[in-house]
């Protein structure tokens, strides 16, 4: 974190010459630069989304053995797949700031066209699939003329024709409530379920040609531009691109060529290698939107209406047509998501499309960083989008079971869609967001969800679960209150930001202890109030860093990096040490012979964590920043659950005995709220600091 300027006109000057003019420059360092300007100018694109898919498969393989295993992986694919295709329809709906919400009855009714053609009328699928598409392309023109022509509000078309839908598919499929799909159907065939895939050598030739593909047109695109004199994306950024996605390809081409059939025995010996030929069909979706929204005119014009519609009709665009034409694409997407729906259910339900499908398209799209806005969206902001949902979905299904294994399904997915639009709204007010202190309720809403959910997590659990609940409800409270308290000085709530970003990545690494076992099916109680509040901090965590970071440069001396040096080794040292001597020498604190494997993740993870934090302030010097970074390490040692519990079970019992491990963990504690304090002090008599509502007040005067 830098120093603050002297001025709040020269930190917004700062900061708007930033914003125009990025770093640039040959080199892949200059390339991030200059992208986490743009990000923090409110450009987050599909940044959240990754991240938290990354931050999601970590978490899940971690936590669950069979997360990352062939079958599994399959399994996720095809319950993503349909969500994806609807998504990329909605992409375009949204991007004009429109709203579609038949578009999962629209699928639902194509798909029952679908199967009464082909299974009762007995006509061939090469009539009844494009039968069903030609009816969500008409389904998406009556619904782009009445919006664009008529003038009425999109919402209020699609709700009507989300309920006729309903009421059309029902008739279609009649009392029997479903019909079903041959089983050896080319439909059923789409989503591999009768276990018909690609041979393995077209998966890795068709990662050939999109990795080849991929690179002609980035190579293309940056000697075009250097051509004509404009910045161009670094060589060694193209390069690591490519390399990239070969990699990430290549693996799931490769795990998806092992045999997937769990059911192998004398009797039944049949593969499941290859990948399903809805991948394919993703594919070609894929690169034909994207070339649509990128490299046509069309495209450009979409842009232009979703940004601002009057200065699209006045610069000669047909703003009608392509209103008409978003919700035709959306529609026609509709119905193959769909298809791919009843290929992967081998059935059409009565009430097809009617559930969460719709829901779940949206999430998807709005959580890969499309805007509800209009204006902003891209096609892979729905691949990722639909993958984090998917994820969570399957992550949490193999975690919980029992009756409530759905519900907290449901709870995480809001969760993350709240937080994704949360982010967008905020993103909308551009490079002000950053300056000033607008931001904070919104991390402040974060922590006091976290506390919410921590305090509840105190009815039916144990006493040393109730110890570190109430302590880490107290902390995450109090942090909260110093980013909402409107009367509070700004100095205060510096701190505070630094203890948010502390008390998030440590906090979150730490409630990974909570979580062993979790892989055995059962979720307790506790572990639940451990999952959804680790998911909290981390946002909370994430937001700050985003929107209050700058290059660090080091405004201290030696003394303050060892500071942090003295506190890593206290941090370090408690890991490995001996905490308590417990009847039958079981040793130290990883010692416990069930909890081995896990133990050794989580403590290196909170190892890890914690040190980097002590250093990084450490090396920033006497900033308030700093200062709450130390205070935010220091609660979250104190409140760390294994710390707690070992703490409990010592005082509990008379048979237990101390080790010195235990002390290390306190002692860094005190060290560190020693150097917040001292540091803390040192900036608030540092002359010239400049606070949020400063930053505020140049904002509205310069309008």
């Known amino acids: 974190m830098s120093v603050p300027p002297k001025t709040a006109e020269s930190a917004l000057d700062q900061f708007e010459q930033d914003l125009a003019e990025p770093p640039a420059g040959g080199s892949l360092r200059e390339h991030l630069?200059?992208?986490?300007?743009?990000?923090?100018?409110?450009?987050?694109?599909?940044?959240?989304?990754?991240?938290?898919?990354?931050?999601?498969?970590?978490?899940?393989?971690?936590?669950?053995?069979?997360?990352?295993?062939?079958?599994n992986i399959e399994a996720l694919v095809s319950q993503a797949l349909p969500i994806i295709v609807m998504a990329m329809g909605l992409?375009?709906?949204?991007?004009?700031?429109?709203?579609?919400?038949?578009?999962?009855?629209?699928?639902?009714?194509?798909?029952?066209?679908?199967?009464?053609?082909?299974?009762?009328?007995?006509?061939?699928?090469?009539?009844?699939?494009?039968?069903?598409?030609?009816?969500?392309?008409?389904?998406?023109?009556?619904?782009?003329?009445?919006?664009?022509?008529?003038?009425?509000?999109?919402f209020v078309i699609t709700l009507a024709t989300f309920l006729g839908f309903q009421g059309i598919t029902l008739i279609l499929v009649g009392g029997q409530g479903s019909i079903i799909l041959p089983t050896k159907s080319a439909i059923v065939s789409l989503e591999g379920i009768n276990g018909t895939f690609m041979p393995i050598w077209a998966g890795w030739a068709l990662l050939a040609v999109c990795v080849a593909g991929y690179a002609l047109v980035k190579i293309h695109d940056a000697a075009t531009r250097r051509r004509a004199g404009l910045p161009a994306l670094p060589t060694s950024v193209v390069v690591v691109k490519i390399l990239l996605l070969a990699g990430l390809g290549a693996a799931f081409v490769y795990e998806m060529g092992v045999n997937r059939n769990l059911f192998q025995n004398a009797?039944?010996?049949?593969?499941?290698?290859?990948?399903?030929?809805?991948?394919?069909?993703?594919?070609?979706?894929?690169?034909?939107w994207n070339f649509v929204l990128n490299r046509t005119r069309y495209g450009r014009h979409i842009y232009a209406v979703g940004g601002n519609d009057e200065a699209a009709r006045r610069a000669g665009i047909a703003v009608s047509r392509v209103r008409i034409s978003v919700f035709v694409i959306c529609s026609s997407m509709a119905a193959i998501s769909g298809l791919l729906a009843a290929s992967l259910l081998e059935s059409v339900q009565s009430d097809a499309g009617s559930k969460n499908t719709l829901l779940l398209a949206v999430g998807a799209a709005v959580i890969g960083g499309t805007s509800l806005f209009g204006g902003r969206g891209r096609?892979?902001?729905?691949?990722?989008?639909?993958?984090?949902?998917?994820?969570?979905?399957?992550?949490?299904?193999?975690?919980?079971?029992?009756?409530?294994?759905?519900?907290?399904?449901?709870i995480v997915t809001g969760l993350v869609l709240l937080i994704a639009a949360g982010f967008d709204a905020v993103s909308r007010r551009g490079g002000t967001r950053v300056t000033s202190t607008a931001w904070r309720p919104i991390v402040a809403w974060l922590l006091i969800a976290a506390t919410v959910i921590t305090l509840a997590g105190l009815y039916h659990s144990k006493s040393n679960e109730q110890v570190f609940l109430s302590a880490a409800a107290v902390v995450y409270i109090v942090i909260a209150g110093?980013?909402?308290?409107?009367?509070?000085?700004?100095?205060?709530?510096?701190?505070?930001?630094?203890?948010?970003?502390?008390?998030?990545?440590?906090?979150f690494v730490g409630l990974i202890y909570v979580l062993q076992g979790i892989s055995s099916g059962t979720l307790s109680g506790i572990q639940a109030v451990a999952l959804f509040t680790a998911l909290l901090l981390l946002a909370a965590a994430v937001v700050t860093v985003v929107i209050q970071w700058s290059r660090p440069r080091s405004g201290g001396s030696r003394g303050w990096l060892a500071v942090g040096v003295v506190a890593a080794v206290l941090i370090a040292a408690a890991e490995f040490l001996p905490w308590v001597n417990f009847p039958g020498d079981i040793g130290n604190c990883c010692a416990i012979p069930q909890e081995r494997q896990f133990l050794v993740v989580s403590d290196i993870l909170f190892l890890i964590v914690s040190?980097?934090?002590?250093?990084?302030?450490?090396?920033?010097?006497?900033?308030?920043?700093?200062?709450?970074?130390?205070?935010?390490?220091?609660?979250?040692?104190?409140?760390?659950?294994?710390?707690?519990?070992?703490?409990?079970?010592?005082?509990?019992?008379?048979?237990?005995?101390?080790?010195?491990?235990?002390?290390?963990?306190?002692?860094a504690a005190v060290v560190l709220i020693v150097a917040g304090a001292v540091a803390w002090s040192r900036a608030a008599s540092a002359d010239g600091a400049v606070t949020g509502t400063e930053l505020d007040e140049v904002v509205r005067a310069r309008g």
């Open 33 to 71: 630069l200059g992208y986490f300007v743009r990000v923090r100018g409110g450009e987050t694109g599909s940044l959240p989304a990754l991240g938290g898919l990354m931050v999601l498969i970590v978490f899940f393989a971690v936590v669950h053995d069979g997360f990352l295993t062939a079958y």
């Open 91 to 154: 992409v375009f709906v949204l991007l004009l700031g429109e709203i579609d919400l038949s578009a999962g009855t629209t699928g639902g009714l194509c798909a029952a066209l679908m199967a009464v053609l082909f299974v009762r009328e007995g006509l061939s699928l090469w009539i009844a699939v494009p039968v069903a598409v030609i009816a969500g392309v008409l389904i998406g023109f009556g619904t782009g003329w009445l919006r664009a022509k008529v003038g009425i509000p999109s």
């Open 267 to 288: 009797f039944f010996a049949s593969s499941s290698e290859g990948l399903p030929y809805a991948v394919l069909l993703l594919v070609i979706l894929f690169v034909l």
């Open 379 to 410: 096609m892979i902001d729905a691949v990722l989008g639909a993958l984090v949902v998917a994820v969570i979905q399957n992550g949490m299904s193999d975690l919980i079971s029992g009756a409530n294994a759905a519900g907290w399904e449901w």
């Open 482 to 507: 110093l980013l909402r308290g409107a009367r509070l000085p700004d100095r205060v709530a510096a701190v505070a930001e630094g203890a948010t970003i502390a008390v998030g990545f440590v906090g």
């Open 611 to 667: 040190v980097v934090m002590v250093l990084w302030a450490g090396y920033v010097g006497p900033t308030r920043w700093s200062a709450g970074v130390y205070l935010g390490v220091a609660a979250a040692l104190l409140i760390n659950p294994k710390f707690l519990q070992f703490v409990y079970f010592l005082f509990s019992s008379s048979a237990n005995k101390i080790a010195p491990g235990i002390f290390l963990l306190p002692a």
